[in-house]
């Protein structure tokens, strides 16, 4: 039987949830019905090593995904995949001209990550912000109805979506595949860390990339206020571009003593394994995967109620909390409720390792596998 050729495409292999999600994917797929490929707009970043090795890894060797247009064209050309998966807006809209002008009948599917029409508000810098809403917005608009297929990772990212496109006629909700056997191995692993060997002094944990949108500063203002009435400690696992502005918060609130910023971590499920609290203090998300993460390892949650994702995970009051959005207070508040009540939080514990059963591997995969077939009949 000849196995059916799908390539998944992504700028980078840095740490992000995206980048996770296609490798879980890589991981789960049928190898004896598929050949995996995966084209990076840059063969880098440290989930690399994690590919399986039946797996062909190219690069077009760009170094911004809108220089990738030709090269894909050619990539079509050359390879013909039956289905060929794009994450990232950016990456998708370069995908499905490429495909066009290719002429092959290769099919497409775009996965959207986020909540699309706030991209303009959380890019990084002032040009990026004019390029999200001059260009972006009207080339998702011509060019995601031409896809195949359109993956959401969540009901508020397909709502969000749908709404701008005026259609969701392509439109498919695929939760993230998160939970597997590989997660709870990898949450017995020891940590080093000597406030984790120590074990006196709850830790509060917090895991993401140190950007805008991630809003950590609501997070550490919280923490100041937390101190107040508890000694404990806050840990945040993740490197970005405002870990700089971060480290200069934490000194003027005069928290550094009990506040690590231990950058990326490979295996961060150690650190969800032995925390007292999980907290995520985002403006925004599209589906938040270390909520669920952090409650398969029994680690009781908190979250702000962003758009969109922590809401479809959290049942407030039941297996977490949900707090307003830059609300430091009532983050603080909702910690020192969980920090202060052990009935509380074995009962986050509980419900949260169930709710988390919802967002498998196993689910995950047979969805997708599922969504090939109907894409290519």
Partial sequence: MNKIKITFFLPNLEGGGAEKTVVRLLKGLNKEVFQLSLLLGKKKGPLLEEVPKEVIVEELNVSNIRYAFFKLI?????????????????ANVISILSKIFSREKTK???????TFTLTPEITKTLQNKILASLFLKPLVKFTYPLADAIVCVSKGVAKDLSNFLGSDRKIKVIYNPIVSDELFSLAKEPVNHPWFIEKKIPIILAVGRLTKAKDYPTLLKAFALISQKKKCRLVI??????????????SNLNISKNVALLGFQKNPYKYMQKSSVFVLS????????????????????????????????????ENGILVPVGNEKALAEAVLKVLNDSALQQKFSLEGKKRAQDFTLVKSVKEYEKLFQEVLE
């Fill in 282 to 317: 985002s403006k925004r998300e599209g589906f938040p995967n270390v909520l669920v993460e952090a409650m398969a390892c029994g680690l009781p949650v908190i979250s702000t109620d962003c758009q969109s994702g922590p809401n479809e995970i959290i049942n407030n009051g």
């Fill in 237 to 250: 696992l993740g490197e970005g571009e405002e870990r700089k502005n971060l480290e200069q918060l934490i």
């Fill in 74 to 90: 050619n990539y079509f050309k050359k390879n013909k995949p039956a289905i060929f998966i794009s994450f990232l807006s950016h």
């Fill in 108 to 114: 497409i599917i775009v996965s959207e990550r986020t």
